[in-house]
């Protein structure tokens, strides 16, 4: 069974950093694409970015700059280091197993994406 679980949300000040983690078990994680969605109150689940088993990355624009995906595959762990956060950065943030091991064109949709967790969130207060 695959359990795919975010930690490290909370409220910070805009300007400020956090650090979410995804633990992801029950599947090939070396070998899957991952992604990170978020969604704020009101509107639609939004990809934020996109890591390949080869470490290729993809951020959506408004996040470039800004947020590094990263994974350590001997810890089936799931990274996004979020720096110079604002306020319009607050949302539920979801981390999301891929199909296939690239992330591909459609990477940001989510049905590019099989396995999900519950969601952490993130508070960004101006």
């Known amino acids: 069974q695959v359990q795919v679980v975010e930690s490290g949300g909370g409220l910070v000040q805009a300007g400020g950093s956090l650090r979410l983690s995804c633990t992801a078990s029950?599947?090939?994680?070396?070998?899957?694409?991952m992604g990170w969605f978020r969604q704020a109150p009101g509107k639609e689940r939004e990809g934020v970015s996109c890591?390949?088993?080869?470490?290729?990355?993809y951020y959506t624009d408004s996040v470039k700059g800004r947020f590094t995906i990263s994974r350590d595959n001997a810890k089936n762990t799931l990274y996004l280091q979020m720096n110079s956060l604002k306020p319009e950065d607050t949302a539920i943030y979801y981390c999301?197993?891929?199909?296939?091991?690239?992330?591909?064109?459609?990477?940001?949709?989510?049905?590019?994406?099989?396995?999900w967790g519950q969601g952490t969130q993130v508070t960004v207060s101006s």
């Open positions: 999301a197993a891929g199909r296939f091991d690239y992330c591909p064109g459609s990477w940001s949709q989510s049905f590019e994406y099989n396995y």
């Open positions: 029950g599947l090939s994680f070396a070998l899957s694409s």
């Open positions: 890591i390949s088993w080869k470490d290729y990355t």
